[in-house]
Protein backbone atom coordinates (compact mmCIF):
# COMPACT_ATOMS: atom_id res chain seq x y z
CA UNK A 1 0.00 0.00 0.00
CA UNK A 2 2.89 2.61 0.54
CA UNK A 3 6.22 2.54 0.89
CA UNK A 4 6.58 1.94 4.71
CA UNK A 5 7.54 -1.87 5.14
CA UNK A 6 4.29 -4.02 6.56
CA UNK A 7 5.48 -6.06 9.86
CA UNK A 8 3.14 -9.19 10.48
CA UNK A 9 1.24 -7.97 13.28
CA UNK A 10 -0.18 -4.90 11.98
CA UNK A 11 -1.22 -6.72 8.77
CA UNK A 12 -5.31 -7.70 9.89
CA UNK A 13 -4.66 -4.03 11.32
CA UNK A 14 -5.01 -2.54 7.64
CA UNK A 15 -7.51 -5.00 6.37
CA UNK A 16 -9.61 -3.76 9.20
CA UNK A 17 -8.76 -0.37 8.34
CA UNK A 18 -9.17 -0.67 4.52
CA UNK A 19 -12.74 -2.90 5.26
CA UNK A 20 -13.93 0.72 7.22
CA UNK A 21 -12.45 2.67 4.62
CA UNK A 22 -14.67 0.50 1.77
CA UNK A 23 -18.01 0.77 3.93
CA UNK A 24 -21.09 3.02 4.21
CA UNK A 25 -20.65 6.64 5.26
CA UNK A 26 -24.30 6.49 6.54
CA UNK A 27 -27.16 4.58 5.62
CA UNK A 28 -29.01 7.95 4.74
CA UNK A 29 -27.98 11.35 5.03
CA UNK A 30 -29.08 13.26 8.19
CA UNK A 31 -31.01 16.26 8.04
CA UNK A 32 -29.85 18.46 10.54
CA UNK A 33 -31.58 22.27 10.54
CA UNK A 34 -30.85 23.39 13.83
CA UNK A 35 -28.18 25.26 13.66
CA UNK A 36 -28.36 27.18 17.29
CA UNK A 37 -28.54 23.35 18.31
CA UNK A 38 -25.63 22.43 16.91
CA UNK A 39 -23.62 25.02 17.95
CA UNK A 40 -24.27 24.43 21.62
CA UNK A 41 -23.50 20.58 21.55
CA UNK A 42 -19.83 21.53 19.61
CA UNK A 43 -19.78 23.65 22.61
CA UNK A 44 -20.47 21.32 24.95
CA UNK A 45 -17.77 18.74 23.30
CA UNK A 46 -15.11 21.47 24.03
CA UNK A 47 -15.89 22.07 27.30
CA UNK A 48 -15.39 18.20 27.59
CA UNK A 49 -12.29 18.07 25.96
CA UNK A 50 -10.58 21.08 27.95
CA UNK A 51 -11.74 19.37 31.05
CA UNK A 52 -10.48 15.91 30.36
CA UNK A 53 -7.88 16.35 27.75
CA UNK A 54 -5.14 19.46 27.94
CA UNK A 55 -3.29 18.06 25.55
CA UNK A 56 -5.57 17.19 23.17
CA UNK A 57 -7.16 20.47 23.64
CA UNK A 58 -4.18 22.61 22.89
CA UNK A 59 -3.43 20.24 19.34
CA UNK A 60 -7.10 20.95 18.15
CA UNK A 61 -6.76 24.45 18.81
CA UNK A 62 -4.04 24.43 16.01
CA UNK A 63 -7.31 23.38 13.65
CA UNK A 64 -9.85 25.63 11.35
CA UNK A 65 -12.99 25.94 13.08
CA UNK A 66 -14.86 23.66 11.98
CA UNK A 67 -12.35 21.06 11.92
CA UNK A 68 -11.63 21.95 15.48
CA UNK A 69 -15.11 21.43 16.23
CA UNK A 70 -15.48 18.17 14.24
CA UNK A 71 -11.93 17.26 16.07
CA UNK A 72 -13.50 17.99 19.77
CA UNK A 73 -16.72 16.36 18.88
CA UNK A 74 -14.77 13.14 18.08
CA UNK A 75 -12.87 13.49 21.71
CA UNK A 76 -16.38 13.94 23.07
CA UNK A 77 -17.43 10.53 21.59
CA UNK A 78 -14.30 9.09 22.72
CA UNK A 79 -14.67 10.28 26.22
CA UNK A 80 -18.15 9.42 27.22
CA UNK A 81 -17.50 5.82 25.67
CA UNK A 82 -14.56 5.44 27.81
CA UNK A 83 -16.08 6.20 30.59
CA UNK A 84 -18.91 3.56 30.60
CA UNK A 85 -16.31 0.91 30.20
CA UNK A 86 -14.16 2.69 33.36
CA UNK A 87 -16.58 2.93 35.57
CA UNK A 88 -16.90 -0.93 35.73
CA UNK A 89 -20.63 -1.20 37.05
CA UNK A 90 -22.59 -4.80 36.77
CA UNK A 91 -24.23 -2.82 33.45
CA UNK A 92 -21.57 -1.68 31.95
CA UNK A 93 -22.19 -3.85 28.88
CA UNK A 94 -25.67 -2.72 28.53
CA UNK A 95 -25.40 0.80 29.24
CA UNK A 96 -22.51 0.61 25.87
CA UNK A 97 -24.94 -1.52 24.01
CA UNK A 98 -27.47 1.70 24.70
CA UNK A 99 -24.75 4.50 24.23
CA UNK A 100 -23.90 2.36 20.95
CA UNK A 101 -27.13 2.84 19.63
CA UNK A 102 -27.30 6.16 20.53
CA UNK A 103 -24.39 7.80 19.13
CA UNK A 104 -24.82 5.82 16.28
CA UNK A 105 -28.53 6.82 16.08
CA UNK A 106 -29.71 9.18 12.19
CA UNK A 107 -31.93 11.10 15.12
CA UNK A 108 -30.04 11.59 18.38
CA UNK A 109 -32.02 12.80 21.30
CA UNK A 110 -31.76 16.25 21.62
CA UNK A 111 -30.37 16.47 25.15
CA UNK A 112 -27.91 14.13 23.72
CA UNK A 113 -24.80 16.69 22.61
CA UNK A 114 -22.51 14.51 22.24
CA UNK A 115 -24.47 12.28 19.84
CA UNK A 116 -25.43 15.41 17.77
CA UNK A 117 -21.89 17.01 17.40
CA UNK A 118 -20.83 13.43 16.26
CA UNK A 119 -23.65 12.57 13.77
CA UNK A 120 -22.69 16.21 12.53
CA UNK A 121 -19.10 15.69 12.09
CA UNK A 122 -19.67 12.50 10.87
CA UNK A 123 -21.96 13.46 7.98
CA UNK A 124 -19.71 16.77 7.26
CA UNK A 125 -16.53 15.12 6.64
CA UNK A 126 -17.76 12.03 5.43
CA UNK A 127 -16.19 9.64 8.16
CA UNK A 128 -17.25 5.56 7.10
CA UNK A 129 -19.33 4.32 9.38
CA UNK A 130 -17.51 1.65 10.63
CA UNK A 131 -14.40 3.25 12.30
CA UNK A 132 -16.98 4.33 14.73
CA UNK A 133 -18.16 1.06 15.40
CA UNK A 134 -14.45 -0.32 15.45
CA UNK A 135 -13.77 1.95 18.19
CA UNK A 136 -16.74 0.89 20.19
CA UNK A 137 -15.83 -2.43 19.85
CA UNK A 138 -12.15 -1.82 21.23
CA UNK A 139 -13.22 -0.13 24.37
CA UNK A 140 -16.03 -2.40 24.96
CA UNK A 141 -12.95 -5.54 25.15
CA UNK A 142 -12.04 -3.93 28.25
CA UNK A 143 -15.35 -5.30 29.91
CA UNK A 144 -14.02 -9.28 28.64
CA UNK A 145 -10.41 -8.61 28.71
CA UNK A 146 -7.74 -7.91 30.96
CA UNK A 147 -4.63 -9.13 30.14
CA UNK A 148 -2.61 -9.74 26.54
CA UNK A 149 -0.41 -12.68 25.51
CA UNK A 150 1.59 -10.64 22.36
CA UNK A 151 2.33 -7.65 21.26
CA UNK A 152 0.25 -8.76 18.23
CA UNK A 153 -2.75 -9.03 20.45
CA UNK A 154 -1.77 -5.87 22.48
CA UNK A 155 -1.70 -3.69 19.39
CA UNK A 156 -5.08 -5.51 18.03
CA UNK A 157 -6.44 -3.88 20.85
CA UNK A 158 -4.51 -0.32 20.30
CA UNK A 159 -6.00 -0.48 17.22
CA UNK A 160 -9.73 -0.35 18.02
CA UNK A 161 -9.14 2.03 20.98
CA UNK A 162 -6.62 4.63 19.44
CA UNK A 163 -5.87 3.89 15.42
CA UNK A 164 -9.54 4.34 14.55
CA UNK A 165 -9.26 7.40 16.27
CA UNK A 166 -6.44 8.34 14.06
CA UNK A 167 -8.40 7.12 11.25
CA UNK A 168 -11.44 9.11 12.07
CA UNK A 169 -9.37 12.40 12.53
CA UNK A 170 -7.38 11.73 9.07
CA UNK A 171 -11.33 12.24 7.78
CA UNK A 172 -12.12 15.29 9.40
CA UNK A 173 -8.37 17.02 8.78
CA UNK A 174 -8.57 15.48 5.01
CA UNK A 175 -5.44 13.53 3.08
CA UNK A 176 -4.37 12.95 -0.35
CA UNK A 177 -4.18 9.24 -0.65
CA UNK A 178 -5.29 6.05 0.89
CA UNK A 179 -1.77 5.94 1.45
CA UNK A 180 -1.83 7.75 4.44
CA UNK A 181 -3.67 4.76 5.85
CA UNK A 182 -0.58 2.60 7.61
CA UNK A 183 0.93 5.84 8.98
CA UNK A 184 -2.17 6.40 10.64
CA UNK A 185 -2.34 2.99 12.50
CA UNK A 186 0.83 2.85 13.19
CA UNK A 187 0.68 6.56 15.32
CA UNK A 188 -2.56 5.25 16.87
CA UNK A 189 -0.78 2.24 18.46
CA UNK A 190 2.10 3.92 19.37
CA UNK A 191 0.08 6.78 21.57
CA UNK A 192 -1.57 3.93 23.18
CA UNK A 193 1.46 2.33 24.18
CA UNK A 194 2.42 5.06 25.82
CA UNK A 195 -0.87 5.23 27.55
CA UNK A 196 -0.37 2.21 28.55
CA UNK A 197 3.46 2.50 29.84
CA UNK A 198 2.40 5.66 31.68
CA UNK A 199 -0.34 4.30 33.54
CA UNK A 200 0.99 0.64 34.35
CA UNK A 201 0.30 1.13 38.42
CA UNK A 202 -3.23 2.52 37.38
CA UNK A 203 -4.45 -0.05 35.45
CA UNK A 204 -3.15 -2.89 37.65
CA UNK A 205 -5.12 -1.47 40.78
CA UNK A 206 -8.12 -1.70 38.81
CA UNK A 207 -7.25 -4.96 37.67
CA UNK A 208 -5.93 -4.87 34.36
CA UNK A 209 -2.25 -5.35 32.77
CA UNK A 210 -1.82 -4.25 28.99
CA UNK A 211 1.75 -5.14 29.45
CA UNK A 212 2.39 -8.31 26.98
CA UNK A 213 2.52 -11.67 29.40
CA UNK A 214 5.39 -13.28 27.09
CA UNK A 215 7.91 -9.93 27.10
CA UNK A 216 7.38 -9.44 30.83
CA UNK A 217 8.27 -13.21 31.33
CA UNK A 218 11.19 -12.78 29.06
CA UNK A 219 12.19 -9.97 31.30
CA UNK A 220 11.29 -12.00 34.21
CA UNK A 221 8.93 -9.52 35.41
CA UNK A 222 5.70 -10.70 37.70
CA UNK A 223 2.66 -9.41 38.50
CA UNK A 224 3.88 -9.81 42.13
CA UNK A 225 6.14 -6.59 41.08
CA UNK A 226 3.55 -4.59 39.43
CA UNK A 227 1.84 -5.18 42.66
CA UNK A 228 4.73 -3.68 44.85
CA UNK A 229 6.07 -0.81 42.50
CA UNK A 230 9.02 -2.80 42.30
CA UNK A 231 11.69 -0.57 39.67
CA UNK A 232 14.42 -3.24 39.53
CA UNK A 233 17.26 -3.73 37.01
CA UNK A 234 15.10 -6.16 35.45
CA UNK A 235 11.84 -3.03 35.13
CA UNK A 236 14.17 -0.88 33.53
CA UNK A 237 15.68 -3.16 31.18
CA UNK A 238 11.79 -4.36 30.23
CA UNK A 239 10.75 -0.28 30.11
CA UNK A 240 14.00 0.28 27.97
CA UNK A 241 12.42 -2.23 25.48
CA UNK A 242 8.97 -0.97 25.44
CA UNK A 243 9.87 3.10 24.80
CA UNK A 244 12.31 2.20 22.48
CA UNK A 245 9.71 0.17 20.32
CA UNK A 246 7.41 2.75 21.26
CA UNK A 247 9.60 5.88 20.13
CA UNK A 248 10.41 3.85 16.82
CA UNK A 249 7.06 3.76 15.95
CA UNK A 250 6.41 7.19 16.11
CA UNK A 251 9.37 7.81 13.99
CA UNK A 252 7.79 5.30 11.68
CA UNK A 253 4.39 7.18 11.59
CA UNK A 254 5.89 10.78 11.61
CA UNK A 255 6.46 10.79 7.86
CA UNK A 256 2.13 10.19 7.50
CA UNK A 257 1.86 13.61 8.78
CA UNK A 258 3.07 14.82 5.42
CA UNK A 259 0.14 13.43 3.53
CA UNK A 260 -2.48 15.53 5.28
CA UNK A 261 -4.08 18.59 4.44
CA UNK A 262 -1.51 21.42 5.15
CA UNK A 263 -4.61 23.12 7.40
CA UNK A 264 -3.99 19.84 9.89
CA UNK A 265 -0.75 18.89 10.11
CA UNK A 266 0.50 21.27 12.37
CA UNK A 267 -1.79 19.48 14.94
CA UNK A 268 -1.21 16.24 14.22
CA UNK A 269 2.33 16.92 15.56
CA UNK A 270 1.88 18.15 17.99
CA UNK A 271 0.01 16.06 19.01
CA UNK A 272 2.37 13.44 18.41
CA UNK A 273 5.13 15.15 20.17
CA UNK A 274 3.39 15.80 22.99
CA UNK A 275 2.41 12.21 23.93
CA UNK A 276 5.88 11.15 22.66
CA UNK A 277 7.32 13.28 25.23
CA UNK A 278 5.62 11.19 27.90
CA UNK A 279 8.25 8.51 27.59
CA UNK A 280 11.31 11.14 27.82
CA UNK A 281 9.29 11.79 31.48
CA UNK A 282 8.94 8.31 32.22
CA UNK A 283 13.05 8.17 31.82
CA UNK A 284 13.45 11.10 34.07
CA UNK A 285 11.98 9.18 36.63
CA UNK A 286 13.74 6.10 36.53
CA UNK A 287 10.79 4.52 34.70
CA UNK A 288 8.99 4.88 37.92
CA UNK A 289 5.30 4.63 36.79
CA UNK A 290 3.83 3.10 40.06
CA UNK A 291 3.99 6.00 42.56
CA UNK A 292 3.59 8.69 39.84
CA UNK A 293 1.63 9.92 36.49
CA UNK A 294 3.90 10.75 33.76
CA UNK A 295 3.27 13.89 31.90
CA UNK A 296 4.22 17.16 30.16
CA UNK A 297 4.21 20.28 31.09
CA UNK A 298 2.27 23.49 29.31
CA UNK A 299 5.85 25.10 29.31
CA UNK A 300 7.76 22.39 27.57
CA UNK A 301 4.89 21.75 25.04
CA UNK A 302 4.77 25.36 24.13
CA UNK A 303 8.81 25.11 23.63
CA UNK A 304 8.43 22.38 21.26
CA UNK A 305 5.90 23.97 19.60
CA UNK A 306 8.30 26.15 16.99
CA UNK A 307 10.14 23.29 15.68
CA UNK A 308 6.91 21.38 14.93
CA UNK A 309 5.80 24.53 12.90
CA UNK A 310 8.92 24.61 10.71
CA UNK A 311 8.22 20.70 10.19
CA UNK A 312 4.70 20.70 9.65
CA UNK A 313 4.91 23.83 7.43
CA UNK A 314 7.38 22.18 5.10
CA UNK A 315 6.50 18.55 4.40
CA UNK A 316 9.49 17.24 3.47
CA UNK A 317 10.92 17.98 6.92
CA UNK A 318 8.80 15.51 8.37
CA UNK A 319 10.90 13.20 6.32
Known sequence: MTGLPEQAWELPLLHQAQEALNSVVMPVTPRITDDQAVAQAYHDCERLTAEHSRSFYIASALLPLEKRQAARALYAFCRVTDNIVDEMGEDAAERLSAWRNQVLALHPPRHDSVSLAWLTARARYHIPW??????????????????YQSFEELAAYAYGVASTVGLMSMHIIG?????????????????????????????????????????????????????????????????????????????????????????????????????????????????????????????????????????????????
Open 130 to 147: KYSEQLLDGVGRDLVQDR
Open 175 to 319: FRHTEAIPYAVRLGVALQLTNILRDVGEDFAAGRVYLPQDEMAFFGISEEDLAAGVVSDRWRRFMVFQITRNRRLYEEAWPGIGLLDADGRLAIAAAAAFYRAILDDIEAHDYDVFRRRAYVSTGRKLRLMPGLWIRSRWPHALY
